[in-house]
């Protein structure tokens, strides 16, 4: 069983950066795609940014151009680095991988952007 652990979270100000990592265990990691969403307070869990196998990338409109997903196989770790960092980021965000049909999730890292 695969597990995701998320690291990097914490308490920024607005304009700031956090780093988000996310490693899986197992030997497996370069084939599937890999992603993050990000839930906040009585709100649904959405898309923030997403990266295929291959390195096809996909962000949500309101990430585009402030956050970057990247990942590094040969550590099975994801990235998101999100700069200029706005008050309406804060959420719980959540690593997934995408294995066949299944999404494997992590169990989330708080971000929270005062302003």
């Known amino acids: 069983q695969v597990q995701l652990v998320e690291s990097g979270g914490g308490l920024v100000q607005a304009g700031g950066s956090l780093r988000l990592s996310c490693t899986a265990s197992?030997?497996?990691?370069?084939?599937?795609?890999m992603g993050w969403h990000r839930q906040a307070p009585g709100k649904q869990r959405d898309l923030v940014a997403a990266?295929?196998?291959?390195?096809?990338?996909n962000y949500a409109a309101s990430v585009k151009g402030r956050f970057t997903i990247s990942r590094e196989n040969a550590k099975n770790t994801v990235y998101l680095q999100m700069d200029s960092l706005k008050p309406e980021d804060t959420a719980v965000y959540y690593c997934?991988?995408?294995?066949?049909?299944?999404?494997?999730w992590g169990q989330g890292t708080q971000v929270t952007v005062s302003s």
């Open positions: 997934y991988q995408q294995r066949g049909p299944l999404r494997v």
């Open positions: 197992g030997s497996i990691f370069s084939i599937y795609a």
């Open positions: 990266i295929t196998s291959g390195g096809s990338i």
